[in-house]
């Protein structure tokens, strides 16, 4: 799948150098966001254990399995961690699975880490044999399409109050975002375009000027 080299939305690109991503080494495409991390310029860290997040000027929670991902998460005492780094104005980026484990609701099952408000049905696109890729079109990754991958992906069922709706696919929504935090029922990290999580690394740096003025706002009132 990482077979096109277009000439993706330069609007994106922007220098990421000075940001630290965490990309929680539970389960699952671990080393393919570590990798497009570093493709846009920033440091990936790897991070099995809780108590290194903190480091972290974003997060990416991967595709994989999401019981597998949710059970190690709570043994570890990840989901504490996790919701503490969301209600910080820190970023996370959870794809697949991972969009499956910050859903504060899950068709028949209890929720696992619930900090963003939508409803997500597991496994809705069919099983492993029915994974495709399609050509969206994402208006907040640019005007080209992109490549999405289907690995037996989530829907996101709902979108309630305060969480916008970023890409449908056949009327049913597949990437959203509230505030900080950003969902996708597909994998951005299979193929070479870079916009997601350049788009992600946006918010980063948003939030990362955010917290260094009001840090200079405040040394100047004091
Ligand atoms: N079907 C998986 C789950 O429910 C998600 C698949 C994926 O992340 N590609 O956890």
Redesign the pocket.
């Known amino acids: 799948m990482k077979d096109n080299a277009r000439d993706y939305g330069k609007t994106l690109e922007r220098d990421f150098s000075g940001l630290k991503i965490a990309v929680l080494a539970l389960q699952?495409a671990v080393s393919e966001h570590m990798d497009c991390v570093g493709r846009c310029g920033a440091r990936a860290l790897h991070v099995r254990r809780p108590g290194l997040l903190h480091e972290a000027d974003g997060l990416i929670i991967p595709?994989?399995?999401?019981?597998t991902i949710g059970r190690l998460s709570r043994l570890f005492g990840f989901r504490e961690e996790i919701s503490a780094f969301a209600a910080a104005g820190k970023p996370i980026l959870g794809t697949?699975?991972g969009a499956?484990l910050l859903a504060q609701r899950v068709e028949g099952q209890d929720p696992i880490i619930p900090i963003m408000n939508i409803t997500v049905q597991?496994?809705a696109f069919g099983r492993q044999r029915e994974s495709f890729e399609t050509e969206l079109d994402i208006p907040a990754l640019g005007a080209e399409p992109f490549c999405a991958v289907f690995?037996?992906?989530?829907l996101i069922k709902e979108a309630a109050e305060g969480v916008e709706v970023l890409a449908t696919y056949n009327t049913g929504i597949i990437f959203v975002r509230e505030k900080n935090l950003l969902a996708t029922a597909f994998?951005p990290e299979l193929t070479d375009d870079l916009r997601m999580h350049q788009y992600f690394m946006g918010i980063a740096l948003e939030h990362q000027h955010s917290v260094t003025s009001s840090l200079n706002g405040h040394q100047a009132s004091a």
Request: proline share 6%; hydrophobic share 25%; glycine share 18%.
């Open positions: 699952g595709g994989g399995e999401s019981t697949c699975a499956i597991r496994n690995i037996r992906a989530p994998h």
